[in-house]
């Protein structure tokens, strides 16, 4: 079963703008992880946030989580034409051994 | 460091047949957990090995099995395979401490006909 559900689905934006995708789950969690996937290929990790932190921050990447709304956003600054991807959340449920818990994604496409 | 390795990148099985993957963990790593991705969705978990041995099952059924082996890698075997199993497969290798990141390898795309 899928626990996170992104938000939006898709999203079309120009070089140099922002992107915002949004994550919401259902149950606690141990950490929250981010990933991107190219073209139905293997997943590339970008961020974990672990449940007692509000904010990281990784190059052009920024990853908010709230635990008491069971949300998290990545945020994309300046974007680039390479970043072009899917996007998905990943959370990680307190049960002792790591299970990733994927949503559905965001397919983010990036235009010269 | 090669990060997580999968082999095959592609396959082609008859419904019915048997099918073998295999993974090789970053190194370090000594958890393998294997994931099911279907076309459009995410990725659902299958099974986790540590230790050799399955310690987290996914809801998959008994066709889907596995082994880890002393070096840490991992196979994931189906049997019978039906149309429905037509998938990206994804291994993904951590430590087994906690709160640590997951690193996925590029994937076997399996596609029954």
């Known amino acids: 079963s899928q626990q996170g559900e992104e938000d939006p689905q898709a999203l079309s934006i120009q070089e140099g703008e922002n992107a915002t995708m949004n994550c919401s789950y259902k149950t606690s969690i141990n950490n929250l992880q981010w990933y991107r996937q190219n073209s139905g290929r293997g997943l590339v990790h970008l961020i974990l946030?672990?449940?007692?932190?509000r904010e990281k921050h990784s190059g052009r990447l920024r990853v908010t989580l709230d635990t008491s709304k069971k949300s998290s956003s990545l945020l994309i600054t300046a974007s680039r034409a390479a970043d072009t991807a899917s996007y998905f959340c990943a959370t990680d449920e307190n049960t002792g051994f790591q299970k990733l818990v994927f949503g559905t994604g965001t397919r983010l496409l990036v235009s010269p | 460091d090669a990060g997580v390795t999968q082999s095959p990148t592609h396959l082609i099985k008859t419904r019915g047949q048997q099918v073998t993957l295999r993974c090789s963990p970053k190194?370090?790593?000594?958890?393998v957990s294997w994931y099911q991705q279907a076309l459009g969705q995410g990725p659902q978990f299958i099974f986790q090995y540590y230790e050799e041995e399955e310690r987290q099952r996914g809801n998959f059924p008994d066709r889907f099995s596995g082994h880890q082996f002393p070096n840490y890698s991992s196979e994931l075997n189906v049997n019978a395979l039906l149309l429905g199993d037509s998938a990206l497969y994804l291994c993904?290798?951590?430590?087994?401490?906690?709160?640590?990141?997951?690193?996925f390898g590029q994937g076997t795309r399996l596609t029954v006909v």
């Open positions: 946030i672990r449940s007692n932190e």
């Open positions: 993904a290798s951590s430590l087994s401490t906690m709160n640590t990141e997951a690193f």
């Open positions: 190194s370090g790593h000594d958890t």
